[in-house]
């Protein structure tokens, strides 16, 4: 015969093994380690001129216009609205997370209506009750504390993540706006050139109608403005294409954003320098992807503390309170109830799914560390990159600068030599064709600075700082 100490053993030893796994089970550091992080950067870092706080960055263009094409982006492109509406539902997951932690309360109500035939009392007979049930679990072991921690986590990576967006869609509209105004450059500059080679051509065909030049000259003309127009009528297509996408992504009508465009047709705008500062985790720390990395990092942490409290005793308080009525055979009975009592659940066989759960917690959090560090070695390497475009392109500048006019004037000359009989059309055809890849190397160039700028914007995070804010807030990230 079972005693009934040998009854409580089995639980008792349950209970035992729980605290002991409680005792020694922890969750890994909400933290990822930081020796992934470059000590230095290896690129030289962007120096002289003047410089400006990235939050109004924007504003210190000598371009009006841009600044406010990337305001108005902001407030109507739907990728932010997006965003936003994944905080708003972070958010809520967080409260519903955090009112496990919190009583519960219930009202109950209900009429029943019944038939028996049994004694000792057949017949029909109505019941209601009308109760208030209250429950509250008592966390012992985290396992509420731990999904609410998750899930305010994640609410701050959603929150990350919105910032990142608006640096990104900030960044976009620059470059589309840069590459906008850098095309329409070079359109100037083949509409220059088919202008003069239109000219040639028909100053070639009054000297060939006068047998001053062979006639293969004046074909060569011909074909050199055929070409010319060509290109010009190409470049036209491209301007119009981007003025597309920069109408898409400011959500502004094409007619009224062409009227804004023509003011400072073909000017590119010159950004104010802003400083790098050389330790790189300073910068790293005001990348809001990296941001919303580490966030993650801690809500799988969390996932991991409350997969091993799921495995420990669950200890939960219950009462009822109510007001109950019968009335069966012509009579009726009215009585008061109540009850409270503590429960608990301790879990002991569940074929191996809390330890598998506890396992998939663990690799979830592991990856979300492993996806931290690539996302960091990506912050850093970008930042890198654009130092060294940046560097370049300020190098490059100067010496394109010194070709477009070496070649304009020779260009010139062989004009001149070539109307005075001196010169052939050959050497003047080649003359046009050089300073023509000189002008539009000297406007790619001063693309290419200005988009090296906009990329080190995005690389460093855009000025944002890790503060908690709604989104409909007014934030300085731009």
Known sequence: MTSPDSRLCGPAIALALSLLLAACASPPPATPPTD??????????????????LAGWWQRFDDPLLPRLVDQAQQRNPTLAQAAARIT????????????????????????RSSTQLPPTPGQQTAGTATLDASWEIDLFGYNRQNRAAAEARAAGADAQWHNARVSLAAEVANTYVGLRACE?????????????????DLTARLVQAGFQAPANGALARATAAEASNRVR??????????????????????????????????????????????????LAQRPDVAAAEREVAAASADVGAAQADRLPRLSLTGSIGRAAVRAGGNTFNGDTWSFGPGLLAPLIDGGRRSAAVDAAQARYEEAVAGWRAQVLSAAREV?????????????????RRASAGYAEFLAAAQTQFQVGTGSLLDLEQARRNALVADANLVQVRRERVAAWLALYKAVGGGWQPVAAAPNNTREAN
């Open 36 to 53: 992934t992080v470059p000590p230095q950067w290896q690129a030289s870092l962007p120096h002289g001129g003047s410089t400006a706080e």
């Open 89 to 112: 539902q972070a958010r809520a997951s967080a409260r519903i997370a955090g009112a496990a932690l919190s009583p519960q309360l219930n009202a109950n109500a209900g009429v029943q």
């Open 185 to 201: 450059a070079a359109l100037a500059v083949y509409q220059q050139d088919a202008k003069s080679a239109g000219q040639t051509s």
């Open 234 to 283: 190409a470049q036209q297509a491209d301007c119009d294409v981007l003025v597309k996408q920069l109408s898409a992504l400011v959500v502004e009508p094409e007619p009224g954003l062409r009227s804004q465009l023509a003011e400072a047709q073909g000017r590119l705008p010159q950004p104010q320098g802003f400083e790098v500062p050389a330790v790189p985790a300073q910068v």
């Open 384 to 400: 890198e990159e654009a130092l060294v475009r940046l560097q370049a392109a300020q190098q490059r500048e100067e010496d394109a």
